[in-house]
């Protein structure tokens, strides 16, 4: 189960930082990642964070389009992964979902590869 959190209203230029709680078993070797959607619009991959044992360590995923102003990172004695939003636009308001994949081999920006999917927090920035 995914508990996501954090959302809210915030105006242009400001910061956001969303929470994502997995509880029950994860596995070894897993994917956490965040998505977004706006109103009319489909789910739009925004980062993630890919976990492979203490031998190989995290890696972490962010595209182009968000790149230098959103970070993802975790926590993991708390099975938990955070969404960093700095530099907000009005553009950037959605619901944001986040979700995970049971394969940390890879880190996927196609929402059909997910396994389970929290319930969304919306994020509002004003302009």
């Known amino acids: 189960q995914l508990q996501a959190s954090g959302g809210g209203l915030v105006q242009a230029g400001g910061s956001l930082s969303l929470s994502c709680a997995a509880s029950?078993?994860?596995?070894?070797?897993?994917?956490m990642a965040w998505f977004r959607q706006a109103p009319g619009k489909g789910r739009q991959f925004v980062g993630g964070i890919s976990w492979s044992g203490p031998w190989n360590g995290s890696r972490t995923y962010v595209p182009d389009s968000v790149k230098g102003r959103f970070t993802v990172s975790r926590d993991s004695a708390k099975n938990t992964v955070f969404l960093q939003m700095n530099s907000l636009k009005p553009e950037d308001t959605a619901v944001y979902f986040c979700?995970?994949?049971?394969?940390?081999?890879?880190?996927?920006?196609?929402?059909?590869?997910?396994?389970?999917w929290g319930q969304g927090t919306l994020v509002t920035v004003s302009s």
């Open positions: 029950g078993r994860t596995g070894r070797s897993y994917t």
């Open positions: 979700a995970l994949d049971l394969d940390g081999r890879r880190i996927g920006a196609s929402e059909y590869g997910y396994d389970f």
